[in-house]
């Protein structure tokens, strides 16, 4: 099964240019949020170290830090920087069940604008989703729906500058990875085509 991000592209290869589709709030209502990187960059940050400063990054909202030492293990997200090294990606999305997120102090995506990852941190956002309250599917969709909208500015930009055919080389070989949704009208069309 191929990855819905990857389809898309594949559909925008074919000139189709309009896309409806529920994978922002599948993914966000199975605890998942996307962290693909958008574009290549020469240094981006690393998602697979977790941040321990609580000054300075986001954490539940009401500025409260826990100052506890946070376990170092390798998240199920995704690190941009083995990307923009050449390495493919091995996740595109990340998993908020995930025990490793349990103290991590670092915004949801580091670099992202959107409402989440600018007042939230992994940690709460480990604590909501365990909990399972409908604050966490609400504050990953409203991500989800952000990394999308902006990888679609980007997609765009890539066609305007006429330059899409080296960017869907790239994304292609910098983001692979299955996702945990099931497959959609789009992934059947697409692949028919």
Known sequence: ?????????????????????????????????????????????????????????????????????PQTAQLSGSNPSSAAAGRPQEHVNMDFADVALREDKAPLQPGCSCYTCSNYSRAYLHHLVQREELLASVLLELHNAHHIQSWFAVLRSAISAGNFGQYAAWFRTSCRGPAPIAREPLADAVSSV
């Open 1 to 69: 099964m191929q990855c819905l991000h990857l389809q898309v592209l594949k559909a925008a290869e074919y000139g189709i240019d309009m896309f409806d589709t529920a994978y922002a709030t599948e993914l966000a209502a199975a605890g998942h949020a996307l962290v693909f990187p958008l574009q290549p960059a020469l240094e981006q940050p690393d998602y697979a170290r977790p941040n321990t400063e609580g000054d300075s990054s986001p954490t539940d909202g009401d500025g409260d830090a826990d100052s506890e030492a």
